[in-house]
C-alpha cells in the first residue's frame, strides 16, 4: 500500500518567511510523528499526535513551531518567521497506536529539505 | 541525558567483507531498539527491531543485531556485504515514550 508522504520535497525560504510542510501518514495509522534532522545528525523527535490529539510537543524548538493534525489524518508543521538555524530535513512517521509497552514500528516519509536564505 | 551512541560516522569496506556497526545508550531499563537505514535518495526504512525475547535478531537483506543488555548495546552485522548495501545506518532506541531517539548515523560505502 501507499506510504507516508511529505510535501513539498524541497522549499528554500527567505529569513523571515513562514512556511509550511505537510504529511499525509499510512492510512489506518493513529499516531504520527514529526522530526527535525540537520545535516550530518540523525533524526530529533519534535512532536507527537494521536489521532487529532497532540500528546507531546516537548520537541519543538521555539513557539515559532506549531503542528495541527485537525482531523485525526494529514497534519501540517508550521514555522514561522524562519530562521538560517531551522534548514534542516523534517521527517514525518506514522504507526499504529501504541498499546501497553509494545512500541509499534514508525513507518518514515521521504522528507522536506528546508534551506533557510 | 538520555543518548545513543553510532561509534563510526564513516566506513568504507570491500564487497565481502563482514560488518559490524556499533550502537550503545544511555538508559537503564526496558527498550525497544531499532535499526533503520536510508539507501542514497530513499527515505528511511526499517532493517530489524527488538522488542523482547531473543537478544540476537535477524532482518532484511541478511542484517542481524544482538542486544547485549550489560554492554547497553545493538550492534549491527552482516557477514558479507555487497555494493548494494552502500547506506547510511541509523540506530534509534524507544525508552523514554513514544518519541525515537536516533544515533549520529553511520555512513556505510562498499567498494565494489
Known amino acids: 500500500g501507499a506510504g507516508v508522504s511529505q510535501s513539498p520535497r524541497y522549499k528554500v525560504a527567505k529569513r523571515g518567511q513562514d512556511v509550511a510542510l505537510r504529511c499525509d501518514p499510512i492510512?489506518?495509522?493513529?499516531?504520527l510523528f514529526w522530526y527535525q534532522q540537520a545535516l550530518g545528525q540523525g533524526p530529533e523527535f519534535l512532536t507527537y499526535?494521536?489521532?487529532?490529539?497532540?500528546?507531546?510537543k516537548s520537541g519543538l524548538p521555539s513557539d515559532r513551531f506549531f503542528a495541527e493534525r485537525p482531523e485525526g489524518s494529514v497534519s501540517t508543521l508550521k514555522i514561522q518567521r524562519t530562521q538560517q538555524e531551522d534548514s534542516a530535513v523534517y521527517l514525518c512517521a506514522s504507526s499504529l497506536p501504541w498499546t501497553g509497552n509494545v512500541q509499534e514500528t514508525q513507518y518514515f516519509g521521504p522528507g522536506t529539505r528546508l534551506l533557510v536564505l | 541525558a538520555q543518548s545513543v551512541s553510532q561509534h563510526n560516522h564513516h566506513v568504507i569496506l570491500s564487497e565481502a567483507a563482514s560488518l559490524e556497526l556499533g550502537c550503545n545508550y544511555s538508559?537503564?531499563?526496558?527498550?525497544?531498539l531499532f535499526w533503520y537505514v536510508q539507501y542514497p535518495g530513499q527515505h528511511l526504512q526499517l532493517l530489524l527491531k527488538y522488542f523482547s525475547g531473543d537478544p540476537l535478531v535477524k532482518g532484511i537483506k541478511g542484517f542481524e543485531a544482538e542486544f547485549i543488555k550489560s554492554k547497553f548495546s545493538f550492534n549491527l552485522r552482516k557477514p558479507s556485504v555487497q555494493w548494494s548495501d552502500t547506506a547510511e545506518y541509523f540506530c534509534a532506541v524507544n525508552a523514554w515514550g513514544h518519541k525515537l531517539v536516533f544515533g549520529a548515523g553511520t555512513i556505510l560505502r562498499v567498494k565494489s
Open positions: 538508559y537503564g531499563g526496558t527498550v525497544n
Open positions: 499526535f494521536q489521532n487529532e490529539a497532540q500528546l507531546d
Open positions: 492510512s489506518g495509522h493513529v499516531s
